[in-house]
Structure formats: C-alpha cells, structure tokens
C-alpha cells in the first residue's frame, strides 16, 4: 500500500517546513505509526510527532451546465521532525552568480535561480557593465 502520496507545496506549508513541521498528502488508511515509519524510512529523519487532518471535498458548480459536483476529500498529515534535520524536497532554492560573455566579449553578471520543480530562471543583475538594454533583454526573454 502506498502510505505518502505526494508533498502538499504551498505558501504556509513552506513556513512551517522551517519549523521542522513538514505536510504531505497520506492514503485515507494510513494510520499515525505508519505514516511516521515511511518518512523515517525514506527520507532518513527522526520523526518526533505526526497530526493528521481530514480535508473534505468541496461542491463545486459547473459553468455551463448548472449542476453541482463534489470534489474528492483527502487526508493531510504534517510530521514534525528532529530538531537540525530537514527533508529535501521542502528546501528553498539558493540563488547563484554567473558571469556571461555577450558576442561583443563583454561580461554580463546573472543571477541564476531554480524554483522547487527543477526549472532555472534567469535574471540578469541590475548595474551590468558594458550590456546594452537590448543584450538583456535577449537573455531574459530566451528560453
């Protein structure tokens, strides 16, 4: 049985990851022991406590046609961890300096970021010197 089905990534769930309080989306069965022995066994922490919440589905109405569904509920767990230790997926991404070279040969500091998905973004440093406007725009806008 898979007992954690997948990191709930949000606003509050990352300010609480920096607490040691990490959220993930568990099976309706799982039970509080099951869930602290597969973040233990997974992501080699120490788990300390687990809360776990019943979310309810919501009913929704359809736009065109007025009916009402109802969306699936899920169950949530927030795990609390040791104190020091982290798990990996809820880390904030750092950013990074880069120097570029433009065809004319001149240096262009960027700062390169990876959001939580993996997918670098590229900005480039305010205060660049030698980049014509044009230059910049060129690397930010081209994927």
């Known amino acids: 049985m898979i007992v954690l089905k997948k990191p709930i990534i949000t606003e ?14 568990v099976a309706k069965e799982a039970t509080k022991p099951m869930i602290a022995k597969m973040v ?3 992501f080699n922490v120490k ?8 979310v ?10 007025r ?5 699936t509920g899920f169950k949530k767990a927030l795990v609390q961890v040791g104190k020091g230790e982290k798990i ?7 950013e990074e300096e880069v120097t570029v070279t433009t065809a004319e040969g001149e240096p262009i500091k960027l700062r390169e970021k990876k959001d939580i998905l993996g997918r ?4 480039v440093e305010k205060g660049a010197v030698g980049a014509a406007p ?6 930010i806008t081209g994927k």
């Open 134 to 139: 044009t230059t910049q725009r060129k690397v």
């Open 47 to 54: 788990v300390l406590g687990v809360k776990v919440i019943n």
């Open 40 to 42: 233990a066994g997974k």
């Open 88 to 94: 990996a997926i809820f880390e904030t991404p750092k």
């Open 56 to 65: 309810k589905g919501q009913s929704k109405s359809q736009r065109k046609v």
């Open 12 to 25: 509050k769930s990352m300010k609480l990851a920096q607490n040691g309080l990490y959220t993930f989306e």
């Open 67 to 71: 009916k009402l569904y109802r969306t």
């Open 120 to 123: 670098t973004r590229v900005k």
